[in-house]
């Protein structure tokens, strides 16, 4: 692709994982799709669209050192609703990765005990080093768990990232993965998702341990900005394994793809078609709220419509897989059926090839580094705007550093 956008025999690609050079390399495109189609390591679709995930998480992590006053009604709910489809799209990518590498591996027991490995990582190392790299954002903000005599060694344990859920998620989905197709798991899916509802709205447990026991499986009543924060878990198993699982199915289609079992063109094609389906179930279940809402509020209780609130776990969960899945569609279409791996493309990957470290890096950054000298709370959209572009560009240039000491 030339500089002005106007197709050429030639495109850019990035070489393998481990052979990262520090600028893409020009082949012909017939050379760049048999090259595709031969790296069992790397599947550029997922690196880059968890790039664009890291992108979004920076710019809610920059927001939330605003102060909300100095921002629209518009421009907050436009901010949180855009924002929220990062960790939709950390865990789905996370689940497409999981399900690739047990499928496209013919010894899945191999592939299983990688992922085991992954997730010790992830509770352990990955674990430590977020908490301790959001501690100072955390203290500054009253958000530290527990009682506040305790060491803040033992608070920084306290703490549950959203890599903790993934772990748990990598541990578990085998099984869902291995044993049940992809329509048992879409309505597995469903169950969880209607599970959360339910166990959030009409459950009222309490004894001492049902309480913390209901929020880690299951979360608080609907979107916490109407309900209250979390106290300790801010990523119940429960609904976001559902969307784990979500990320499975096009996991498994793309070791169909790399098995020369799936067509891209179809692949594409299919992903157009859930993104349609997935968009009008958002929107019905999205109508079907408020008409409930309004019907039926004084009958059942706030409660219950608390529960049932529009967020990135219950109705517009929908609407969130199919942007997803559009995204996925949009980078696999240019990728492997144009066969054109451009600058941007390339760019996004980085944070995509790098992303435990990227998001370990960027809370320090983000959210740690404001807190320090003061300016949490306090920017206006000028200031959450300078946040954000800066720290986007020194969490790449860190990432992309890592990954050539790392050998990416």
């Known amino acids: 692709m030339t500089g002005r956008g106007r197709r050429s025999n030639t495109v850019v690609l990035s070489s393998p994982l481990h052979r990262q050079p520090d600028f893409p390399l020009r ?17 550029h679709s997922l690196d880059v669209t968890r790039g664009l995930a890291m992108v979004l998480a920076i710019l809610q992590h920059s927001y939330l050192n605003a102060d909300s006053s100095l921002f629209s009604d518009s421009g907050k709910w436009f901010m949180w609703t855009t924002t929220n489809l990062a960790p939709v799209a950390f865990v789905a990518v996370s ?18 005990r990688q992922t085991v490995v992954r997730a010790f990582v992830l509770l352990t190392v990955a674990h430590f080093l977020i908490n301790l790299s959001s501690y100072p954002w955390a203290l500054h903000q009253g958000l530290l ?7 803040w060694i033992e608070q920084l344990a306290l703490g549950f990232p959203i890599t903790d859920t993934i772990a748990v998620c990598l541990l578990i989905s085998p099984v869902f993965v291995v044993c049940f197709g992809q329509r048992l798991r879409a309505i597995i899916i469903v169950v ?16 001492a341990p049902f309480p913390m026991l209901r929020e880690a499986l299951f979360g608080v009543l609907g979107d916490f900005r109407i309900s209250g924060e979390p106290k300790t878990f801010w990523w119940p198993l429960v609904p976001w394994l559902g969307v784990f699982l979500s990320g499975t199915i096009f996991g498994e289609c793309l070791a169909r793809f790399a098995h020369s079992k799936l067509d891209a063109r179809v692949l594409v094609i299919q992903l157009i078609r859930s993104t349609a389906a997935l968009g009008i179930c958002s929107l019905l279940l999205t109508l079907g709220y408020m ?7 004084q009958v059942w209780g706030p409660e219950v419509f608390r529960a049932m609130y529009p967020s990135r776990t219950t109705t517009l969960l929908p609407g969130y897989l199919a942007l997803l899945t559009l995204i996925l569609a949009a980078i696999t279409y240019v990728v492997d059926v144009q066969g054109h791996f451009d600058r941007v493309l390339w760019v996004l990957s980085v944070f995509g090839r790098t992303s435990v470290f990227a998001f370990i890096i960027q809370f320090l950054i983000v959210e740690s580094g404001p807190a320090v000298i003061g300016l949490t709370g306090s920017l206006g959209p000028l200031g959450v705007s300078f946040l954000f572009g800066s720290s986007l560009v020194l969490v790449w240039l860190l990432s992309y550093l890592y990954g050539r000491v790392r050998g990416g």
């Open 27 to 43: 082949v012909s495109i017939s050379r760049r799709r048999s090259q595709i189609r031969s790296m069992p390591h790397r599947i």
């Open 95 to 112: 689940g497409a990765a999981s399900s690739y590498s047990l499928l496209s591996n013919s010894d899945w027991c191999r592939a299983y």
């Open 145 to 151: 768990r527990g009682s506040e005599d305790l060491p």
């Open 192 to 207: 969880l998702i209607a599970a959360t509802i339910a166990v959030t709205g009409l459950a009222v447990p309490t004894s």
């Open 291 to 297: 008409l409930l809402k309004a019907q039926y509020l």
